[in-house]
C-alpha cells in the first residue's frame, strides 16, 4: 500500500436527523461545512483546529476526525507513520447538527483518498458502513455522506440507506449551549403508547411526501410524539421556541437529538432569542466530496 503525496481536503456538510416524526431514520443534509485537510508525513500526529470546537475537541489520537481515519486505514491495509490535520470547523458541536457524523464521515473518507486505488479498496457502500459502525446509528451519517434528505436503516448489521431529492429552504436556530446526545436520549422512555407509534408512522410516512412534492403538508408531516416531547425538560427555550413557531403555521422540529431549533422556512430569523445563532440554509445534494487534492 502506497499514500498520495500532498494534501488532500475533503468537505462534510451538516445533518438534521429525525426531522420531527422520523426517529433516527430521516436526515437530511444541510449548507453548512466542515473542511478537514489531510497530508502524511514521516511521523507523529499534528493536528491544528479553528472555528467551532477550537477550545473543546482533543488534539491527540482521540481526536475523532483521527480516530475515524485510523479505522479507515486499518480497513485499507495499514496507517502511515505520520499525519498532519487541520480542521476548519462551522458545524456547531453538541447542537444536533451531526458535528460527529461529519467528522466520522470525513475522517473516512479523507484517509480513503491518501491511500493510492482508496476507492478500489474501499468502496461507498463499505466506507458507509464503517461509519455507522463507528457512529453507531445511520441517520446523520447517511446525510452526511450522501448528501439530500436520507431514509436510513440497519438491516441485521447491515447499514442501508434510500437517498431522495428535496429542494426545501431551511432556517436553523443555533442555541449558545449545548445538550449532549447521550443526555437527550437518557430522556426518552423505553416504551411508548402503541396510539404514539402509530401516529408517528403515518406522520413520517406524510412527511416522504411533504419533502419531494407535498411541501404543503410540512406542518402536519413534522408532528412527533415519539422523542421530542421528552426532552423538553433539557431544552426549554428550544421547546418555547418551536411551540411559538408551529403556532404560527411554521413547519419546526428539533434538529436530531437538540437543542437546535429547525424550521422549513425563511425569512424567520428575527424570532431567534437573544444569543441565538440562525443560518439559512439550502439542502445539500452532494454529501460529503473531496474539493482538493
Known amino acids: 500500500m502506497s499514500f498520495v503525496e500532498g494534501p488532500v481536503t475533503v468537505r462534510i456538510p451538516a445533518s438534521s436527523a429525525n426531522l420531527g416524526p422520523g426517529f433516527d431514520a430521516l436526515g437530511l443534509a444541510v449548507t453548512l461545512y466542515d473542511d478537514v485537510t489531510a497530508e502524511v508525513t514521516t511521523s507523529g500526529l499534528d493536528i491544528h483546529v479553528t472555528g467551532e470546537g477550537q477550545h473543546g475537541v482533543p488534539l491527540d489520537e482521540t481526536h475523532l476526525v483521527v480516530e475515524a481515519m485510523h479505522a479507515a486505514f486499518d480497513l485499507l491495509g495499514g496507517r502511515p507513520e505520520g499525519?498532519?490535520?487541520?480542521?476548519?470547523?462551522?458545524?456547531?458541536h453538541g447542537r444536533g447538527l451531526g458535528s460527529s457524523s461529519a467528522a466520522i464521515v470525513g475522517g473516512i473518507v479523507l484517509a480513503r483518498a491518501l491511500v493510492?486505488?482508496?476507492?478500489?479498496?474501499?468502496?461507498?457502500?463499505?466506507?458507509?458502513?464503517?461509519?455507522?459502525?463507528?457512529?453507531?446509528?445511520?441517520?446523520?451519517?447517511?446525510?452526511a455522506f450522501f448528501g439530500g434528505l436520507t431514509i436510513a436503516w440497519v438491516d441485521g448489521a447491515a447499514a442501508e440507506v434510500e437517498?431522495?431529492?428535496?429542494?426545501?429552504?431551511?432556517?436553523?436556530?443555533?442555541?449558545?449551549?449545548a445538550v449532549s446526545t447521550k443526555q437527550a436520549r437518557g430522556l426518552l422512555p423505553e416504551t411508548v403508547p402503541h396510539g404514539d407509534a402509530a401516529f408517528n408512522a403515518g406522520r413520517a410516512a406524510l412527511l416522504i411526501a411533504a419533502l419531494t412534492h407535498a411541501p404543503h403538508r410540512l406542518i402536519s408531516a413534522t408532528e412527533d410524539r415519539i422523542h421530542q416531547p421528552y426532552r423538553a425538560e433539557a431544552m426549554p427555550e428550544s421547546y418555547n421556541l418551536l411551540r411559538r413557531l408551529r403556532v404560527e403555521g411554521v413547519p419546526t422540529i428539533i434538529s436530531g437529538a437538540g437543542p437546535t431549533v429547525l424550521s422549513f422556512a425563511r425569512g424567520i430569523a428575527d424570532l431567534a432569542p437573544a444569543g441565538w445563532a440562525v443560518h439559512e440554509l439550502n439542502v445539500d445534494q452532494d454529501g460529503v466530496r473531496i474539493v482538493t487534492g
Not at 499525519?83 to 456547531?92: A, D, E, F
Open 116 to 143: 493510492d486505488g482508496g476507492e478500489a479498496l474501499l468502496d461507498d457502500a463499505s466506507a458507509y458502513q464503517l461509519a455507522v459502525d463507528l457512529e453507531g446509528h445511520p441517520d446523520n451519517v447517511a446525510a
Open 163 to 177: 437517498r431522495l431529492r428535496t429542494d426545501v429552504q431551511v432556517t436553523v436556530f443555533v442555541p449558545p449551549s
Open 83 to 92: 499525519l498532519r490535520l487541520t480542521c476548519v470547523n462551522q458545524i456547531p
